[in-house]
């Protein structure tokens, strides 16, 4: 990973380097899910 905000967010949380990857996965994941999903949602309404 060669983004400057996921090795702060690893070293403040005191999180190894395999677990900041599960945890920054998992978030990216979850924004992308709930950021299309929102998408969609507003497409269908407009």
Do not use: R, Y
């Not at 967010?9 to 945890?23: I, P, R």
């Amino acid at each position: 990973m060669n983004g400057s905000g996921f090795w702060i967010a690893t070293e403040l949380s005191g999180l190894n380097v395999m677990g900041g990857f599960k945890t920054f996965t998992l978030g990216q994941t979850l924004c992308s899910i709930f950021g299309l999903t929102g998408s969609v949602i507003i497409a269908l309404i407009m």
